[in-house]
């Protein structure tokens, strides 16, 4: 079976506004969220709490981004839904299992507030990253037109008001690709996930969340030079971004973005 639940369900609620002096029924639909088990070679590694949609980008983004594999050394995917929740099997080829072997083990499921739930070394969860290529120098109008389509391109989100979206942008602003979880790390595991499958990249990734560090980490590694995120980034997430060479946005509204690191990739 590979029918994957459903990401909302609609539930009754009273809806009470204060100022109108109104108490009314209303239906409302809700995200929801499900067990995801990521295995490799039919061995489970981790269990992620998700949006149960795009679990194939979710696994692969999960695997590029824990450096796992590469993109090469993925075989296959499969996917399978389980009376518990869904199943998605990462089959590696041969030359994957040393990098496999070095993997950060996990212990507990990931929340889909948390990227790091069950490492089970402090030396596993701030690891170093490599630096960036320079360039390519984007125009600044771009990020603000690019975080305006993605807006309009969040569809469970405006749904639901309970979703992060991750995009990919070209150095104009234009989304090429979008994706969207009910945890902002998910979102963003999807984003690279689904970058790699279909064979794209760009320059400008945007997060609809607050920055912290594993954001910048899997934005690194992906290697999307320039992460522009709505809210502000955590200090250890500015410290990986001037590590890795990464441009990093945040605070991003309608009327400007601050640049905390990397903007010789900006144009005025």
């Known amino acids: 079976m590979s029918l994957l639940p459903p990401t909302t369900e609609v539930r009754s609620g009273r809806q009470r506004l204060h100022a109108a002096g109104t108490d009314q029924a209303i239906d409302r639909a809700l995200a929801d969220e499900a067990p995801v088990g990521i295995l490799y070679d039919g061995r489970p590694h981790a269990v992620l709490m998700a949006?149960?949609?795009?679990?194939?980008?979710?696994?692969?983004?999960?695997?590029?981004?824990?450096?796992?594999?590469?993109?090469?050394?993925?075989?296959?995917?499969?996917?399978?839904?389980?009376?518990?929740?869904?199943?998605?099997?990462?089959?590696?080829?041969?030359?994957?299992?040393?990098?496999?072997?070095?993997?950060?083990?996990?212990?507990?499921?990931?929340r889909s507030s948390c990227g790091l739930c069950g490492v089970q070394r402090l030396a596993a969860a701030v690891r170093p990253l490599e630096a960036l290529a320079d360039g390519p120098t984007i125009p600044g109008r771009a990020i603000a037109a690019a975080f305006e389509s993605l807006e309009g391109r969040q569809a469970l989100g405006r749904l639901t008001r309970a979703a992060h979206a991750a995009a990919l942008a070209t150095v104009d602003g234009t989304l090429i690709l979008v994706?969207?979880?009910?945890?902002?790390?998910?979102?963003l595991d999807k984003l690279v996930g689904a970058a790699a499958r279909a064979g794209v990249t760009g320059p400008l990734c945007l997060v609809t969340s607050r920055c912290s560090y594993e954001m910048v980490e899997k934005a690194a590694v992906a290697g999307f030079p320039i992460l522009a995120a709505i809210s502000a980034p955590t200090a250890l997430a500015l410290r990986k971004a001037e590590e890795s060479n990464l441009t990093l946005i945040a605070l991003a509204r309608a009327d400007g973005f601050t640049v905390f690191s990397g903007g010789e990739r900006i144009a005025s």
């Open 179 to 187: 994706r969207e979880d009910v945890g902002r790390h998910n979102a």
């Open 51 to 110: 949006t149960p949609a795009d679990v194939e980008d979710l696994a692969v983004g999960f695997t590029l981004s824990e450096r796992i594999a590469t993109f090469d050394q993925i075989a296959g995917v499969s996917v399978e839904v389980v009376a518990e929740g869904v199943q998605v099997d990462v089959r590696l080829t041969a030359g994957a299992r040393a990098s496999k072997a070095r993997a950060r083990a996990r212990t507990m499921e990931g």
